[in-house]
């Protein structure tokens, strides 16, 4: 299978801890996409990468959070000094370029904190 | 805000009947795409079609259609002859520039059999 892949797919952590989850795109795919959804609600865009480019970072996105994607294959997103309304599943996507082509996403890193 | 509205938040059929999820959007944008998005218990997104602002056809895959009302900002999903494996939360949204999506709120499909 060669979806989108993210690792862990669970994670616990105390408040105050750092967290980081790992996203493998589609492998021909060079835009690659972080959301967040929490119960009840739709999917929330992140943050959004062009290859090694970070384009654009939502104000959802406060300053604990940082995002990568050295070489532009996988990337990163982590969480620092986490709280409690960070609970969330964090979704990965990626899509090949050009004008709104479908996303397709991976299983997602879902995130409790205690 | 410019938003997708998906009203009904659960909706429970007995296998067989056919359901209508119902969207309504609204944006700014002369472009923009739809989509629509499966997610079920597993909880990964399951992209199930991508229809652009210009192309007011109907749809049909299988037991599965589509219809684009531009007038109205619709894009609604009817499922023919439910079956209980249709059973999920699914998400309408719509393009936000080039690359960015807007969910809706998703709403929860119970097929009963």
């Known amino acids: 299978d060669t979806g989108v892949s993210q690792d862990p797919r669970h994670k616990i952590t105390k408040r105050g801890q750092n967290v980081t989850f790992r996203c493998d795109p589609i492998s021909e795919h060079n835009r690659l996409y972080w959301y967040r959804q929490t119960l009840g609600q739709g999917p929330e865009f992140l943050t959004y990468f062009q290859n090694e480019a970070q384009l654009e970072k939502s104000r959802l996105l406060s300053d604990r959070f940082s995002a990568e994607r050295p070489k532009g294959s996988f990337s990163t997103l982590e969480i620092q000094r986490t709280e409690q309304g960070d609970s969330a599943m964090y979704l990965c996507?990626?899509?090949?370029?050009?004008?709104?082509?479908?996303?397709?996403f991976g299983p997602g890193t879902r995130l409790t904190v205690t | 805000a410019q938003k997708v509205t998906q009203a009904q938040t659960e909706i429970s059929v007995v296998e067989k009947e056919d359901v209508t999820l119902d969207c309504v959007y609204e944006?700014?944008?002369?472009?923009?795409?739809l989509f629509w998005y499966k997610q079920p218990p597993s909880g990964e997104l399951v992209f199930l079609i991508r229809?652009?602002?210009?192309?007011?056809q109907n749809e049909i895959s299988g037991r599965y259609s589509w219809n684009f009302q531009k007038s109205t900002s619709s894009f609604n999903f009817t499922i023919t002859a439910s079956q209980v494996v249709d059973s999920a939360v699914y998400f309408c949204a719509r393009t936000s520039g080039t690359y960015k999506y807007i969910f809706g709120t998703g709403t929860r499909l119970k097929v009963l059999a």
């Open positions: 944006t700014r944008d002369t472009t923009y795409y």
């Open positions: 229809r652009n602002s210009f192309d007011e």
């Open positions: 996507a990626s899509s090949p370029s050009g004008f709104a082509y479908e996303q397709y």
